[in-house]
């Protein structure tokens, strides 16, 4: 599975921004983003999976992220709103077969990061 992650960009607090992550390859059953902030390590923001069920947020996106896929594009996609600065990380979008194991960020596939920056 090859993934990418794109979309990030320079947004002002309050405001608003799609990441997308393209997947190619073998179809695997669950679908999540990472994010990265300057010094910290790795932190899990949601999953989704492929063929359905409930998505799972980390608390402090809880409400203002939304995390959905496209299956026949091939997509998935994080809607970031109501943005603060401490949302300011690289975001990363992984796959793989087990949701725990894609949850705890030992997913087998990895998409190279894309930016975002949140100013006061």
């Known amino acids: 599975v090859q993934l990418q992650a794109f979309g990030g960009g320079l947004v002002q607090a309050g405001g608003s921004l799609r990441l997308s992550c393209a997947a190619s390859?073998?179809?695997?059953?669950?679908y999540a983003w990472f994010r990265q902030a300057p010094g910290k390590e790795r932190e899990f923001v949601a999953v989704?999976?492929?063929?359905?069920?409930?998505?799972y947020y980390t608390d402090s996106v809880k409400g203002r992220f939304t995390i959905s896929r496209d299956n026949a594009k091939n997509m998935m996609y994080l809607q970031m709103s109501s943005l603060k600065p401490e949302d300011t990380a690289v975001y990363y979008c992984?796959?793989?077969?087990?949701?725990?194991?894609?949850?705890?960020?030992?997913?087998?596939?990895w998409g190279h990061g894309t930016l975002v920056t949140v100013s006061s």
């Open positions: 390859g073998r179809t695997v059953s669950t």
């Open positions: 989704c999976n492929w063929t359905g069920g409930a998505p």
């Open positions: 992984s796959a793989g077969r087990d949701r725990g194991t894609v949850m705890g960020g030992t997913g087998p596939y």
